[in-house]
């Protein structure tokens, strides 16, 4: 009998990550006490495992979703690294891994420590921690036979490259390490991150556009940058950055309006969408409001869009083919959350939220409603819900979510989510 699509659940502020079946919403394990880095995400790796940082314990978290199944614990291996947790990537392999500290619960990012991790080491998996720069960086891990890892600074704009066996060799005491290459970049307002490994790519986005480099030997070469403009729709930029490996395509949303937080109601939200072979760029209107990150399932991706007018599941039908362009397919409403953003103040803070979750191997959606412990799941070839999980925490702040399915090829996209 095939294994069923599983949910993993966070509750990053009661501090819990649960395992269900889809979509009955069978509860196969829990890891109680485990404080999820929201801002990190869950990382696909190979084999069917996930990866993400308990920002309280200072540990890098393996996951084995489909371990139960075969008596194996749903926790396959932790190790320790510096927090509060930033962003997480894997080189295309999964072996070698870095996470970058930032903001955590605090006003300003006061963290420079990077960790290395190597998770097969003849030793066992082992961590390495190295000062970089205060930041809030994001960070990339190209393969090959020696592992790049790439931060992205943001103030001043530049990338960073260090070669991933030189930081596990880093003395202890966490010394300030240079980083093997320096890249300038243009703006200082990055913010998203993605990677190919087909091509060995990475892309960043800032305010002027999505910026590129390749790798050539052991050096980043800047290429130029894709525009945020398309389809005759200017303005606005992006803040998320998408690898969809089913259609190897870059996705963001590409948000407009008012600077004043307060006034986000009045934000315009735009689809944006990049072909990676056909080079071929567009975007298509979502509404106005706050939407933020976006989910990849097998025929469609999905965007949660919070409004005072009403929240939905914006479905747009991704290309099929070669000279289709996406197009929205279906806007599902969705309840509304007591404690929800107003206008007139921030959208992030104090508020409630929704994560949304998504597999590439098949067509269910995932979307929680923050502060009432309920996830949607919704059928994205159909345009349906088909089930309402009730979970036995609040999910405060939305929660996290990720939606796995065997043999999906999510790890095509090695940056955590």
Partial sequence: ?????????????????????????????????????????FLALPGGLAACVDDRAGELLVLDPYGPDAGRPLLRASVPVAVPAEHLAAAPGGRHLAVTTGLGRNEAAWSDVLTAVDLAAPEGARTVRVRTRVGEPGVTVLGGERPLVVLRHREPGELAAYHHDTLLAAAPACPPLPPHQRLPLPDADGHGDA???????????????????RREDDTLVAEAPLSWAADGRTGGR??????????????????GGPGDPGRWPEWSNDAWWHQLDSGLTG????????????????????????????????????????????????????PAMAGAPRPGGTPWDGVQRRAVAASPGGPLVAV??????????????????VATLTLPTPMDDGGHLALVTPGDGAEADPVGR
């Fill in 195 to 213: 990677h190919d490994p087909v091509t060995e790519r990475l892309f960043a986005a800032a305010g002027s556009g999505v910026h590129r480099a």
């Fill in 368 to 385: 929680s409603r923050g502060g009432h412990g309920e996830v949607h799941l919704v059928d994205a070839d159909h345009a349906e819900e």
């Fill in 283 to 334: 975007r298509v209107p979502l509404g106005p409001g706050l939407v933020f990150r976006l989910a990849v399932a097998v025929r469609h991706v999905a965007f949660a869009r919070v409004h005072p007018d009403g929240d939905e599941l914006v479905l747009l039908a991704a290309p099929t083919g070669r000279g289709e362009r996406p197009y929205v397919a279906a806007r599902l409403p969705l």
């Fill in 238 to 255: 992006g803040y998320y950055l998408r690898l969809d490996p089913v259609r190897r395509m870059l996705w963001s949303c590409v948000r």
């Fill in 1 to 41: 009998m095939p294994l069923p699509p599983r949910l993993l659940a966070a509750d990053q502020v009661t501090g819990r990550i649960a395992l269900l079946d889809l979509p009955s919403g069978a509860e196969r394990a829990v890891l109680a006490g485990r404080h999820l880095a929201e801002h990190a995400g």
